[in-house]
């Protein structure tokens, strides 16, 4: 089982439509989620940081964490065509461990927002 | 302010040189991380630092990979007798603290090639 595991894609959304990205993580010790942004040939991005249960909002995103189930996703709501990007799920441990720096990611799933 | 900055952008060397990245962290970031990510594929985590001490080296693929840091400013990520399997973009990152939140930004990376 990977550490790091998100619904496979691509994920094809038609414009203003809400783009759904999933994201389960093994180390039941996780305590930091995040969600980055990669545009094609670029870097990733920070779009989201979650540390405790239920739903966070920023603007059209949302994301939303689960640490029984050790599930967290991200919402975009009104998708627009510039959404279109790779979505990495990091996960880290958090406090203890010489561990505590290192974020764990997904593979990511790419989405796509057409007109 | 000032993101993350990364040289060079690109690089190319031949199969067992030597070649040297740095990262310049963004200003009053105490933690810098070091990641790679081949081409089509997820981030791995290389190494991170607090400060200029590594308290997490363990994804670091070889000894022919090391890093050093001075203070809490520039980190250099050295590879020696480069290997094609090197082949990939390294990036680097940094935030506040490894301790507490742990929002890592990125830089732009370094393509390194190597033929």
């Known amino acids: 089982q990977k550490e790091v595991e998100q619904n496979s894609g691509p994920l094809s959304v038609p414009e203003g439509a809400i783009a759904s990205l999933n994201c389960t993580y093994s180390d039941r010790g996780s305590q930091s989620f995040f969600w980055y942004r990669q545009y094609s040939g670029k870097s990733p991005e920070l779009i989201m940081s979650i540390y405790s249960n239920g739903d966070k909002e920023d603007g059209r995103f949302t994301a939303q964490l689960n640490k029984a189930s050790q599930y967290v996703s991200l919402l975009i709501r009104d998708s627009q065509p510039s959404d279109s990007a790779t979505y990495l799920c990091?996960?880290?441990?958090?406090?203890?461990?010489?561990?505590?720096?290192?974020?764990?990611f997904g593979q990511g799933t790419i989405l796509t927002v057409h007109p | 302010g000032a993101g993350v900055s990364q040289s060079p952008s690109n690089k190319v060397t031949e199969k067992g040189k030597d070649v040297e990245l740095r990262c310049d962290p963004i200003s009053g970031h105490t933690a810098l991380y070091w990641y790679r990510q081949r081409l089509g594929q997820g981030l791995e985590f290389l190494i991170y630092?607090?400060?200029?001490?590594?308290?997490?080296k363990s994804g670091l693929p070889s000894d022919r990979f090391s890093a050093e840091r001075t203070g809490e400013s520039v980190s250099t990520l050295t590879i020696q007798r480069t290997q094609q399997e090197d082949s990939a973009v390294y990036l680097c990152?940094?935030?506040?603290?490894?301790?507490?939140?742990?929002?890592?930004?990125f830089g732009p990376g370094t393509r390194l090639t190597v033929t």
């Open positions: 630092f607090q400060g200029n001490s590594a308290p997490d």
């Open positions: 990091a996960v880290n441990r958090g406090a203890g461990g010489t561990s505590y720096g290192k974020l764990t």
């Open positions: 990152a940094s935030s506040f603290t490894s301790g507490g939140a742990l929002e890592q930004y």
